[in-house]
């Protein structure tokens, strides 16, 4: 350990000499039984607890916590983490220095208890001024390849990724929404483990290495969103996919109300995916099972309970920037796999002016230009290709959303109006011809700006803000 570090306790800060600091934590290995080591940049606390028997906790009872003052340590921070539960790991990154890097993980041995750690200690002030973030921790075991070609069928993409990386366990591909015999030119690929996931990642790194003679792109494919039992028991709404683009709602809901008359309320669908809502959850499951399988326009189906997601608290975070959304309150349904890695990830937020009022939102992705150096060598790249948080405007990200649900792209048309000062106001009306015939043909914002950049940007907002009332969630979009 370093000789000098800062003690925090109460917000003193006087200095900590590394015998302090050792003693401090030989006083809390004392205290509570559990063992210390430190190995591969992290300090390892427990993993098992003292007289823990049976496997490790399952997946899902892990936090992730951030914004660790960098001279904290074991000794404060346990105390800290144990009023949520019993802890069976807690591994604190590292500095070849001696202090923290910033950020710990936190293994529960429920997943009640990890929960309850989001719950109370989220922004919870550790010291004066000096607030941690807390939230899931997820062992992530899929990939996600792209340019993938589209004629090849599941059998032969798990066969070539067992031949290529070690542990796979499983591949998702799904058919294409215009012509079923042919893949989406992407698949997921599942593995025993988040390490051999991660292996096969730096084995794929996109430039590097090719499949049937495509170089492919590979990254991590978003953590499924976890949904607690308590709220899937209340879901009344059925998953629907693999339809036809052709088929309507009218012959999805006639279709699920076969079994029962009168039992479907409404239906949402959505180029090749539907939700198929229920009065009540009885009849809702009961179709689930006699429906999933069936075909309807000749395209069997597969159905599955929606997964709720918090719709409003969704959109709010993605305009602050807020890549996780919570499930609470106000609900829009997802499906439970067809997540395209690249979802909406940061969205702008506008200038106060146009959004007409102030809120607090995390720190803008750096933005900065670096030299560009003679030889420097370029390579062609589609905007399609980046990741979201490539994108500093809504209009960006309304192109991006647009592509990635194999819709047109969206079109601007722009109104003016004069005010009574005698200022040209403008707005702009978005219309996206996937869309266009079905709820909503048009999307207009309720506010005039006078300048053109203000008007795109903020009705572009507007939109992706009402496709999501339209029940479309970014982690629905569907390529």
């Known amino acids: 350990m370093n000789e000098e570090n800062i003690d925090g306790t109460n917000g003193c800060s006087k200095v900590r000499t590394g015998t302090q600091n050792e003693a401090a934590l030989l006083a809390l290995m004392e205290k509570t039984g559990y063992n210390m080591v430190q190995e591969n940049g992290q300090r390892k606390f427990g993993g098992p607890p003292p007289g823990w028997e049976g496997p490790p906790p399952p997946r899902g009872c892990e936090v992730f916590v951030g914004k660790i003052p960098r001279d904290m340590y074991e000794d404060e921070l346990v105390p800290v983490f144990e009023r949520a539960g019993k802890i069976y790991e807690f591994r604190l990154m590292m500095e070849f220095s001696g202090e923290n890097r910033g950020y710990a993980f936190v293994m529960y041995t429920t997943k009640e208890e990890a929960q309850l750690a989001i719950r109370t200690l989220n922004n919870y002030e550790i010291r004066p001024g000096k607030f941690i973030g807390v939230c899931v921790s997820l062992d992530n075991c899929r990939l996600f390849i792209g340019a993938i070609p589209k ?3 599941k059998e ?21 929404a215009t012509d079923k015999t042919k893949n989406r030119g992407f698949a997921f690929v599942e593995y025993e483990s988040h390490r051999a996931a991660a ?11 090719q499949l049937w003679g495509h170089t492919i792109q590979v990254d991590w494919a978003d953590p499924e969103k976890e949904v607690d039992e308590e709220t899937m028991q209340r879901v009344k709404v059925l998953y629907v996919r693999n339809l036809m683009i052709s088929t309507t709602e009218e012959t999805i809901k006639a279709e699920f109300n076969k079994f029962k008359p009168g039992a479907v309320e409404r239906v949402k669908k959505l ?3 539907a939700f198929v809502h229920f009065f009540n959850r009885e ?24 997964k709720p997601v918090n719709k409003e608290n969704t959109w709010r975070q993605h305009l602050n920037g ?6 609470e309150n106000l609900i829009v349904f997802t499906n439970k796999e067809e997540s395209h890695p690249k979802t909406l990830g940061k969205l702008p937020t506008l200038p106060a002016r146009l959004n007409g009022q102030h809120s607090p939102s995390p720190p803008e992705v750096e933005r900065c230009t670096y030299p560009f150096y003679p030889g420097t060598k370029l390579t062609p790249i589609s905007m399609y290709s980046l990741k979201s948080n490539h994108f500093n405007s809504a209009v960006m990200h309304l192109d991006y959303y647009c592509n990635k649900n194999n819709w047109a792209p969206p079109e601007y048309y722009l109104y003016s109006t004069t005010s009574q000062d005698g200022k040209v106001l403008l707005v702009y009306k978005i219309v996206i011809p996937a869309i266009a015939n079905g709820s909503q043909s048009y999307f207009m914002p309720d506010k005039l700006c ?12 507007f ?4 496709l999501g009332n339209l029940d479309i969630c970014p982690c629905q979009i569907s390529c």
């Open 151 to 153: 004629e090849k069928k």
């Open 156 to 176: 032969e993409i798990l066969d070539e990724m067992k031949k290529v990386t070690e542990g796979v366990v499983d591949v998702i591909v799904y058919p294409s």
């Open 199 to 209: 292996m096969a990642r730096r084995k794929l790194i996109p430039g590097t290495f």
């Open 271 to 273: 180029r090749d995916y």
């Open 283 to 306: 009849d809702a499951v009961a179709a689930m099972s006699v429906m999933n399988g069936k075909c309807i326009d000749g395209a069997c189906i597969e159905v599955t309970l929606a």
């Open 322 to 327: 807020q890549i996780s959304p919570n499930s």
């Open 450 to 461: 006078t300048t053109l950049e203000d008007a795109k940007e903020l009705a572009a907002q």
């Open 463 to 466: 939109t992706l803000l009402h």
